[in-house]
Every structure is written in C-alpha cells, then in structure tokens.
C-alpha cells in the first residue's frame, strides 16, 4: 500500500504529442508531389500539337470575316405612326458593304434607299420602336429591302450609329 501512496511510483502516464507538426508535413509534401506531379505532366505527358492542327488552327483566324467597306448615309429624322403626332424619330445608319465597288453603286442608289428607310420607319409606332426587339425586327426588314435594292451587290450588314426618340 506504501507503493499506491508513493508519488515518484506514479504510472508514467506518456505526454500527447502536438499532431500539428504531422500536419504540416503532411501539407508539405502533398505540395511538393502535386507540382512535381504537374511539372512532369506538362512537359513529358502532355499532348503536343502536330504542326497539322498548327497550321489549321492559323487557317481559321485568316478565314475570320473581316469588316467590309462602311456607307454612311445621311441622318433621317421621321414622324412616327401616332395617333396623336408627338413622337418622332432620329436614325443614323451605316451599310456595311462587300468592296469598295460596291460603294459607287450604293451612291447611284441612296435616294432609293432613303425612300426606303422613310417609308419604313414613318409605318412604326412608338411601342416598335422602344424595344431590342423591335430594333432588330426593323434593322433586318430594312437590310431586306436594301438588298433587294442593290441587287446584284450585296449589302453584309446594318448599323444604327444613332437611334434617338422623341
């Protein structure tokens, strides 16, 4: 009983170890594995392309549609279809063209066009006019009929450079 009252005969009861330098080790060394891991993925494993795909690949950005000549035609300010008269409208467009050519021949046809355009634009109403949608439900009616204008040059695209309601 002498030995249970002792206190140097105590159990020698182990000290608990920090598990934060295991931890941090352990943290370590997934780093280490991952970028060596990567590094010899990118410069040993990884697929490299063939001059085949190379060479495709500059075909496609040469082939990239480049902007065509741009007609600017003169501002057009409309009477929009109101009962009551008080709106109106300010459009610039731009034609976007094949060529250069086809420049002299827009020239020759722009009071063709500007009837066009006015005759277009004084049938909308003011709710036509307001929304994305009725813009581009406008812009491609109107690129319709300039094209079937121009025929046989080829007008690529329309652009309102200025759209203003009042």
């Known amino acids: ?14 000290q608990k170890k920090s598990k934060m330098g295991f931890f941090i080790i352990l943290g370590v060394g997934i ?6 891991g990567f590094f010899a993925y ?3 494993i990884a697929h490299k392309p ?3 795909e190379v060479a495709s690949q500059e075909a496609k950005k040469e082939n990239t549609p480049a902007i065509g ?9 409309v009477n929009l279809a109101d009962p ?9 467009i731009e034609l976007e063209l094949e060529n ?10 722009i009071p063709k066009l500007r ?3 006015i005759m277009t634009l004084t049938s909308l109403g003011f709710e036509d006019v307001m929304t994305p949608e009725g813009k581009i439900q406008i812009r491609d009616n109107l690129l319709e009929h300039f094209n079937e204008i121009m025929r046989p040059v080829h007008i690529k695209n329309i652009y309102f450079t200025e759209f203003v309601v009042q």
Not at 1 to 14: F, G, L, N, R, Y
């Open 1 to 14: 009983m002498a030995a249970e009252k002792d206190p140097e005969i105590k159990e020698q009861v182990p």
């Open 31 to 36: 780093l280490v594995l991952g970028g060596g």
């Open 42 to 44: 990118t410069k040993f």
């Open 50 to 52: 063939a001059a085949e």
């Open 69 to 77: 000549e741009m007609f600017p035609l003169d501002p057009f300010v």
């Open 84 to 92: 009551k008269g008080k709106h109106y409208l300010k459009v610039k």
């Open 100 to 109: 250069k050519e086809a420049a002299a021949s827009v020239t020759k046809a």
């Open 115 to 117: 009837d066009m355009v």
